[in-house]
């Protein structure tokens, strides 16, 4: 198995106002983060930070020019009030496999997807991941994403930041652990009243928590 901080991907904060998130963030790290682009098939857009090696923060947020009725955008984006931390994302060279032995342990990540995104400048970015709209008790257990030959996000992103901790509960503690463990992540999970991420990120302005 493999230590958590050497698979995690990137933490996703999803917003219901993405300009806004920026900006608050800002205010709070001292670090600006940088548009990354827009999700055609979610109708989203996202900024970035780096928050280490190969590690940062996307703030995800709706793309209102795309929206699209009756076509619910992924972590309930339409119907969030407040931004909130909503998932983590680990690497995988072999997500085939990831996806079947999840599914013997009855989570279902969904099918293997190839996605992209156009950046600012006007090129295009492309990955594999997982399905990132499944439950996935509640985002504790990650989606999973292979850059193949794509530079890392965290490379051109603003530094400054460092993740220090993520710390993942639920009320069925032992058997996310367990799970966890199954797809080769080793990491605790605490016991809580339901399923949460916390991560405490170092800043130039200190040491903060999002939830």
């Known amino acids: ?8 991907d990137h933490l996703v904060y999803a917003t219901p106002d993405l300009d806004s998130t920026i900006d608050s963030l800002e205010a709070l790290f001292g670090v600006r983060a940088v548009i990354g682009g827009h999700h055609k098939a979610w109708r989203t857009r996202n900024a970035l930070l780096s928050l280490g090696v190969r590690m940062y923060l996307e703030i995800m947020g709706p793309d209102e020019p795309a ?3 009756n076509q619910p955008r992924p972590f309930e984006l339409d119907e969030l009030v407040a931004p909130r931390l909503v998932t983590w994302v680990a690497r995988s060279a072999d997500i085939q496999t990831v996806i079947s032995t999840a599914r013997h342990d009855g989570v279902d990540l969904g099918d293997l997807q190839e996605r992209s995104r156009q950046k600012p400048d006007g090129s295009v ?6 399905d990132l709209t499944k439950p996935r008790e509640a985002g504790v257990v990650p989606y999973f994403i292979d850059w193949g030959a794509s530079a890392h996000p965290a490379e051109s992103s603003p530094g400054g930041c460092r993740l220090l901790t993520l710390k993942l509960s639920h009320p069925d503690a032992v058997r996310i652990k367990q799970i966890l463990g199954h797809l080769g992540i080793d990491v605790g999970v605490d016991l ?3 399923a949460s991420l916390e991560a405490i990120i170092e800043t130039p302005q200190g040491q903060f928590k999002l939830v």
């Open 1 to 8: 198995m493999q230590p958590l901080y050497s698979v995690l």
């Open 67 to 69: 929206r699209v009725p």
């Open 192 to 194: 809580g009243p339901e």
């Open 125 to 130: 970015l492309k990955w594999t991941m997982t």
